[in-house]
């Protein structure tokens, strides 16, 4: 079915956005101004402070979702902070291992390349807006698609069209891979007839409009949809949903200075839970993150989960694979355990 011009109208603004936040990272210092420094320790770090951006819908979305925020943020330091927004999980990866990021609000795998291989820590998690620490990963059809359950997908390989996130998203990849299609032995990039690789937004459009048919999302991202795209978002149905998946976190790079560490860590896990018309003023701007009601302090221990999760789908991937010895697959059975141990001792260590 053809989407209306209203829709078009939206979809034209968010794209015109997106080329402009695609360079945010350049643009940040111009969004978000400079200011007096501090005196004392702080004057001495004069380079602003910069915050990467995941992308939740476009990168033009999460920039103006997050701008209040990190202008409160701006105005409590009396220091500048520029944001880093990216259009991919990939290119945030890169602007963190490049020491261009100081604080990051990051989903489970990112988070665990940030912390075992690229000097951030965790210190704080989100709070949904009903009070849980996790988001539910979920795979969408069209509400008029002849595929009911996950059986009736399942039972013809390389008849549907898959569109999906890059693998370093854990809703949008690891966790339907590992839940739904590794346990059956099977690789989603081989099982469907066509795979497409985008943002949520865009997936769950291609499935809308018969580009796709069944796609990867996640609860946060359907929120979003449904107040972007009510009508697209009445067109379509969840087949399978997973078990909760621990949110979101928010890391800080280990070589910022202890002071602006502290601050950074009291403003965020302070962020709208203050009286009066301030404290409601804060929780206004929460709610432009989708499904957002706060921060709550977390450590490195919580992405234990997610290291989990990527060591069972590669011992599945592997156990499942073609190989050309049964040696070889061993080895790479051993390689998996190693990075399983590695990792963990990581998160423990910290």
Same mark, same amino acid.
Request: proline share 5%; net charge positive.
């Given at each position: ?23 945010g ?6 969004l ?7 005196p004392?320790?702080?004057?001495s ?16 979305e ?39 990021v ?7 795998k ?11 820590q965790?210190?704080a998690q ?10 539910? &990963?979920? @795979?969408?059809v069209?509400d008029? +698609? =002849? ?5 009736? $997908?399942?039972?013809?390989? /390389? ?6 996130s890059?693998q ?6 690891t966790?339907?891979?590992a ?10 990039d081989?099982?469907f007839?066509n ?19 069944v796609?990867s999302?996640?609860?946060?991202d359907m ?8 009508g697209?978002? &009445?067109? @379509?149905?969840?087949?399978?949903? +997973? =078990? ?5 976190? $928010?890391?800080?790079?280990? /070589?910022?200075a ?13 962020y709208?839970k203050?009286?009066g018309?301030a404290g ?19 450590n490195?221990?919580v ?6 999760m ?15 010895s049964?040696q070889?697959?061993? &080895?790479r @059975? ?9 990792d963990?001792?990581? $998160?423990?260590?910290?």
């Open positions: 079915m053809a989407v209306n011009a209203s829709w078009l109208h939206r979809l034209c603004a968010r794209r015109y956005l997106a080329c402009i936040a695609s360079v990272f350049c643009l940040g210092p111009l978000f101004g400079a200011s007096a420094q501090v004392g320790q702080l004057a770090q004069a380079a602003p402070i910069r915050f990467g951006i995941l992308p939740i819908g476009s990168a033009a999460s920039l103006e979702q997050w701008r209040p925020l990190l202008d409160d943020l701006r105005k409590r330091l009396g220091h500048p902070v520029t944001t880093v927004s990216v259009s991919s999980y990939a290119s945030l990866s890169n602007a963190i291992g490049a020491q261009r100081d604080i990051a609000f990051l989903s489970g990112l988070a665990v390349e940030a912390v075992t291989h690229q000097h951030m965790v210190f989100f709070l949904r807006s009903d009070g849980a620490t996790g988001n539910v &990963a979920m @795979l969408v069209r008029d +698609s =002849p595929i009911h359950s996950v059986a009736e $997908l399942l039972a013809s390989p /390389g008849r549907w069209r898959y569109a999906r890059e370093l998203s854990v809703t949008g990849y966790a339907p891979e839940d739904v299609f590794a346990p059956h032995g099977l690789n989603s081989t099982f007839a795979v497409q690789v985008g943002d949520h937004q865009s997936n769950l459009l291609a499935v809308v409009n018969r580009e796709a048919d796609a999302s996640n609860n946060p929120d979003l949809f449904h107040r972007n795209f009510p697209e978002a &009445a067109q @379509l149905r969840v087949i399978w949903r +997973s =078990p909760l998946i621990p949110s979101g976190v $928010l890391v800080v790079r280990e /070589g910022l202890a002071a602006w560490r502290r601050q950074l860590t009291a403003f965020i896990l302070a709208g203050g009286a018309e409601a003023r804060e929780r206004a701007q929460l709610s432009r993150i989708p499904d957002l009601g706060g921060f709550v302090a977390q490195n221990h992405l234990q989960p997610f290291v989990d990527q060591y069972a789908l590669l011992r599945q991937e592997a156990e499942h694979g073609q190989w050309v049964p070889a697959r061993q &080895a @059975l051993v390689q998996i355990e190693q990075r399983y141990q590695r963990t001792q990581a $998160l423990q260590g910290h």
